[in-house]
């Protein structure tokens, strides 16, 4: 079983940034591709991005392509989510989740969700 922890969330003004955390409990995680999700009040879960055990990024979502960037540092086990230029419509939970496969598939893995809100 992997544990992964979530951090970083918070209330932030609109053009503004944060950095979300997604931290394993297991230091084999270099081996899993982690992806991030994020749900917004009454809209369905949707995929952002991954990045998988070869540090290669795949973005889900064009339009947040730029502003969402993700990241990993396998030395501190952890995938990190850096979000910029915020919008009020990207308030949302958002999650990371993981699998030893590859990126396309069912993830295994969830971390608890962070909320993300923008508002001024």
């Known amino acids: 079983q992997l544990q992964l922890v979530q951090s970083g969330g918070g209330l932030v003004q609109p053009g503004g940034s944060l950095r979300l955390s997604c931290t394993a409990s297991s230091r084999t995680f270099n081996y899993y591709n982690v992806a991030w999700f994020r749900q917004a009040p009454g809209k369905e879960r949707e995929k952002i991005n991954c990045i998988s055990s070869a540090d290669v990024a795949t973005n889900y979502v064009e339009s947040l392509k730029g502003r969402f960037t993700i990241s990993r540092d396998n030395a501190q086990n952890t995938v990190y989510l850096q979000l910029s230029s915020l919008k009020p419509e990207d308030t949302a939970v958002y999650y990371c989740?993981?699998?030893?496969?590859?990126?396309?598939?069912?993830?295994?893995?969830w971390g608890q969700g962070t909320q993300v809100t923008v508002s001024s």
């Open positions: 989740a993981a699998n030893g496969w590859d990126c396309s598939r069912k993830n295994d893995y």
